[in-house]
């Protein structure tokens, strides 16, 4: 099986083309690898890398307004193939689209981006647009 780690330039420029329609969410999903894969051999466990990852571009996700709007512990898929599971799970709020554009391309997060690309197995990258909460399903 080959993980998604990096969205493809078509992916990525689809997300470009959304309209601007105020704060987005951005849904995580991440599953480690056992044992990071560093191009330069350095060894580091998928864990390590993911949170050297956080250390490094959590001052550009905050410069641009990025914040953590929800994390959880994943414990059982209900719905869905049984053997997905995920290490790390939590949803990224940014004040825009443009805000996100802003964190990737920055040279410093792009630096940064060494580890994520090390630590990650498989993960789902997923962008919302919030909703307010209602009192049941469909609201």
């Not at 571009?57 to 990025?66: A, E, N, Q």
């Not at 512990?73 to 940014?94: M, N, Q, S």
Request: hydrophobic share 40%.
């Amino acid at each position: 099986m080959t993980g998604h780690v990096d969205p493809t330039r078509e992916r990525f420029g689809a997300f470009r083309r959304l309209p601007e329609e105020g704060p987005i969410h951005m849904l995580n999903l991440i599953r480690f690898r056992d044992v990071a894969a560093y191009p330069d051999g350095r060894e580091a466990t998928g864990a390590e890398a993911y949170a050297a990852y956080g250390r490094e571009s959590g001052p550009i996700f905050r410069r641009v307004g990025g914040r953590i709007a929800w994390s959880g512990d994943f414990r059982l898929v209900l719905i869905g193939p049984e053997e997905e599971h995920w290490d790390r799970c939590f949803v990224a709020e940014y004040p825009s689209g443009a805000a996100f554009v802003e964190m990737v391309k920055d040279p410093e997060y792009q630096k940064a981006v060494v580890h994520r690309q090390a630590a990650v197995l498989d993960s789902r990258l997923v962008r919302l647009a919030p909703r307010s909460p209602g009192a049941g399903f469909g609201e």
